[in-house]
């Protein structure tokens, strides 16, 4: 055995050949943490092999112990079927035949246990991942609703999906992807409302993947998914740490992707209104929630197009009206508005990330450095006029009020084409830049799905639903771009208004 590779080789009669080839590919006696334990059952030697500090200790002193008091008649005259039957305590028991399955359950958490003369190892699930509780997620922290985010735990966070979705048509998928990593996904739907093709889809890209290992996790999963689309700024699928965000969107028909190690789930297909919706809208009052909505709205339009048309009003007086006159500095300085903004822009960019970075016991300093020295003292020194910085920073806190922060990235990246734009073209420049930025989010695609539905094409009923957050009792229909299998998720309301006359009692 000696010399060949585990890959889809059965297991032997051979307690002596299995063991050693074990020992030898999971570096026991070498990894301290790789274990093998050896034994007896009823006279029969055995071993079994795990990895210290993924298999829960008290479970896997409970197994090894009923192994230890089993009789040679307890296991005669089919060993493995005693074994699986009667012998193992604990509820999550399979045999496997090949040593690539055995290295695999055994690197994920698992106990493997090799018994002489059997020609298969039986496999027990006693895994305890180190984990964090489920806490809310820092980025889509809501006022009122639940606080129990996604954790790094696939287990836990399938839970979660559960507790929220008690449908037995509810499907989780496990495969593994990663010749050397063994990342497990699940790939998670409903089965009676999801699209065959979509799940199809998705479940063939994933078992497409040949790749040594997975260690960006969920990022690398998109980036494998999402083939020729690499330097489109524009987020294909969404992202969220909330496990009621992701049931809604089990409800509607898209496919939620789970990878483990990852807090962060991957929904798909998106459209660019997915990423501009938050969970607080439907924590609210339809009212308020269509305030909230409309407010936000405006707050990502401003950023992108904000900065643009200032900069456009700064270098053409001529095309604004007298009661916008005001519009434009009247000192310029001696640098460029153009470059003025470019560096505005990229002082941003670095504060954010020197805040990720940064102590949480000196963000506080961080800040008075960023108000005095970037915004007072450049103003003073003539670097920066005080409308560059007033503007650029409605743009930030645009950018800040986007709920999806790939797509804040994004628009981030298209404000700065069109600041650029007109920089060197003045309006034609700005014109174009629109219209360019438009076609290419038009043309954009997420799983087959057009990027701007229902704006393109034109779905009146779901863009009054994107536009004006409607109430519970009105939302019967899910998306229909989706081909759901079951269109209507409730009668509609005026169905289930008894009419006038039925009722025995008005007779």
């Known amino acids: 055995m000696r010399g060949r590779t585990k890959s889809n080789i059965t297991l032997g009669r051979s307690y002596e050949e299995n063991v050693s080839f074990l020992k030898e590919e999971l570096g026991v006696g070498i990894s301290f943490d790789a274990v093998c334990r050896e034994f007896r059952i009823g006279g029969k030697p055995a071993a079994l092999f795990f990895i210290n500090g993924l298999a829960e200790s008290q479970q896997s002193t409970e197994v090894l112990k009923r192994l230890m008091f089993l009789g040679r008649m307890d296991i005669l005259p089919d060993t493995l079927d005693k074994l699986l039957e009667e012998g193992i305590p604990h509820y999550q028991v399979q045999a496997v035949e090949t040593f690539d399955e055995v290295i695999g359950n055994v690197l994920s958490g698992l106990l493997a246990l090799i018994v002489d003369g059997v020609s298969r190892a039986i496999i027990i699930d006693v895994r305890k991942y180190p984990a964090r509780q489920p806490e809310e997620p820092d980025i889509e ?78 990022k690398s999963v998109e980036e494998l998914i999402s083939p020729g689309s690499y330097w489109n700024p524009f987020p294909k699928v969404r ?94 300085g001696p640098v460029p508005l153009l470059v003025q903004f470019l560096i505005a822009e990229i002082a941003i960019d670095m504060m954010r990330m020197a805040a990720i970075h940064t102590p949480t016991p000196l963000a506080t300093a961080l800040g008075v450095i960023a108000a005095v020295l970037v915004g007072e003292l450049a103003v003073k020194v003539r670097l920066l006029t005080n409308e560059v910085i007033l503007y650029t920073a409605i743009a930030a806190i645009g950018s800040f009020s986007t709920p999806s922060m790939e797509m804040s990235m994004a628009n981030r990246l298209v404000r700065l084409f069109l600041i650029l734009m007109v920089g060197f073209f003045r309006l034609p420049g700005l014109i174009a830049g629109l219209v360019i930025a438009f076609l290419f989010v038009a043309f954009t695609r997420s799983f087959g799905i057009p990027y701007l539905w229902p704006l393109l094409p034109p779905d009146l009923t779901a863009l009054k639903g994107i536009l004006v957050r409607s109430p519970v009792p009105m939302q019967n229909i899910r998306p229909r771009i989706l081909k759901p299998l079951d269109l209507f998720r409730q009668m509609p309301a005026a169905a289930r208004k008894p009419r006038r006359g039925n009722n025995s009692e008005d007779k």
């Open 141 to 218: 922290r809501v006022v009122r609703g639940s606080r129990d985010g996604f954790t790094e735990t696939l287990l836990v966070n399938t839970a979660l999906i559960r507790r929220r979705v008690r449908d037995p048509k509810l499907r989780t998928l496990m495969i593994q992807v990663g010749k050397r990593s063994k990342t497990d996904i699940c790939i998670c739907y409903i089965q009676d409302i999801t699209n065959p093709s979509l799940v199809e889809m998705i479940k063939k890209r994933l078992e497409e993947i040949k790749i040594d290992g997975l260690p960006m996790a969920e």
């Open 239 to 332: 992202y969220t740490e909330r496990a009621d965000v992701a049931a809604m969107h089990l409800l509607e028909g898209h496919v939620v992707v789970l990878v483990d190690t990852s807090p962060s789930v991957i929904i798909a297909p998106t459209t660019f209104f997915h990423h501009v919706q938050h969970a607080e809208e439907y924590r609210q009052n339809p009212a308020i929630g269509v305030y909230i909505r409309w407010v936000r709205f405006a707050a990502i339009l401003l950023s992108v197009v904000l900065g643009p048309l200032w900069l456009l009003g700064s270098l053409e007086p001529a095309l604004l009206p007298p009661a916008l006159s005001f519009i434009g500095p009247r000192e310029p």
